[in-house]
Nanobody, 115 residues
Framework: QVQLVESGGGLVQAGGSLRLSCAAS????????MSWYRQAPGQQREWVAT???????NYVDSVKGRFTISRDNAKDTVYLQMSSLKPEDTAVYYC?????????WGQGTQVTVSS
């Protein structure tokens, strides 16, 4: 059973920073494609960033230069460092793992950016 637990969300002023964490069961996060998504109220879930098993990273254009996805293999945890936050970054952020040909999602963590 794959479990993903996100944490680190909260309320922050525009221009501030937050670091989200996604703790995975087993060795999922250290050896698989891991992604962050977000969903704002009334909008579809949006892909934000991915880190590959080899450590390559990709980002949606709107967060390039501001967000960084990384992993700590020893802790089997993936992070999303968010800087220069904007009100439009407000959303529930979800961690997703691709493992054994299936996708698994965490429960989400709320990020609210005030102007």
């Amino acid at each position: 059973q794959v479990q993903l637990v996100e944490s680190g969300g909260g309320l922050v002023q525009a221009g501030g920073s937050l670091r989200l964490s996604c703790a995975a069961s087993g060795s999922i996060a250290s050896s698989n494609f891991m992604s962050w998504y977000r969903q704002a109220p009334g909008q579809q879930r949006e892909w934000v960033a991915t880190i590959t098993p080899g450590g390559n990273t990709n980002y949606v254009d709107s967060v390039k230069g501001r967000f960084t996805i990384s992993r700590d293999n020893a802790k089997d945890t993936v992070y999303l460092q968010m800087s220069s936050l904007k009100p439009e970054d407000t959303a529930v952020y979800y961690c997703r793992a691709f493992w054994d040909a299936k996708y698994y999602w965490g429960q989400g963590t709320q990020v609210t950016v005030s102007s």
